[in-house]
């Protein structure tokens, strides 16, 4: 059970929209399986040391910090050391990580911890969303996002491991009536794209997507991205790459493992590999793409400070097709846990 609050700027605030999309694309490259029939790896020779774990259990609480900021506090009883969300910031962060959800109230969005929709002795974190909202800037957006910034040295390496749960409203997804290119759950940025003062700006994006607009199966969807910030602040991003996990349908309705492994590199060795494996299920290989995992003209990157391992963020036109429906878009996260290396 993990939450994160973060002290925050004026700026981070104004900048967080990260909502802008696609430009050109260029094709990735799919590594072969590394282990024949089934391209899976050993996690062990990827994780590196462990930077945090939270199963969400008590005392772990969301709590306000603002109107449009709340932030995650306490030490999971449940586990036995880098489990307290306030020491985050000192120990890992120079920063204090924080729920952004850049406008809206309570009454069309939240992050808190919940019962498990399954299993009524288990605490999770819960995100819901049932309207947009303007956001600052003016766009219309909806969004809840964990912002884990200000990692102190840069991860070059790191893994993350999140139990993910997605209720019933998702399969009616599968009759969205377009293509779904827009539903953000995990966002690494290399480097951050809203600040005037940091070149090389690029993000990698996680999301749920569907890739045709007839209706279907929901597959993960990933890209990666060069960003151009203009004067005015407004956002230019080219897309270098993308992927798609047509393979496999996203699970709906029972809880399944999330596990990724990023690596920072140029187009022959940066990489991002991902697996799920839902409850009862076999884990299967998602992703395993090697390409530009920082900005396409950074010489010399140094590795990772900001990123969201926990976001659902989409369009006003997706949230509208579920209020027409009487419903809202929930995801729910448990048993999160961060490596380094």
Known sequence: MKSFFSCFTIAILVFSMHGCKKATTQ?????????PGTGLIDPATLKGSLVFQSNF???CAVVPINATTDKITGKDAQL????????????VLSTMPYFNYNGGDLSKRFAKIS???????NKVLHYSINDS???TGGDVKARVQYEFYGIKGGYKE???SVRIFLPDEFSLLRKYPNTIKWLTIVEIWNNITWSQTVPNRYRLTLGIGKLIPTESDLHFILDGQDCVLNPDGSQKYTTLWSANGAKTAVPIGKWFTMEYYFKEGNAKNGRFYMTIEPDGGKKEMIFDVTNVTHNSSDTAPDGVTHF?????YTSKELIAYLRQQGKSLNIYWDDFKLWKK
């Open 115 to 121: 019962t498990d929709p399954v299993s009524a002795s």
């Open 57 to 59: 259990e008590p005392p």
């Open 27 to 35: 094709n990735t490259v799919v590594n072969p399986p590394g282990n």
């Open 80 to 91: 036995g050391s880098s489990n307290d969300w306030d020491a985050l910031q000192g120990n």
């Open 133 to 135: 909202w303007t956001e």
């Open 308 to 312: 969201n391992p926990m976001k659902m």
């Open 158 to 160: 790191f893994y993350q």
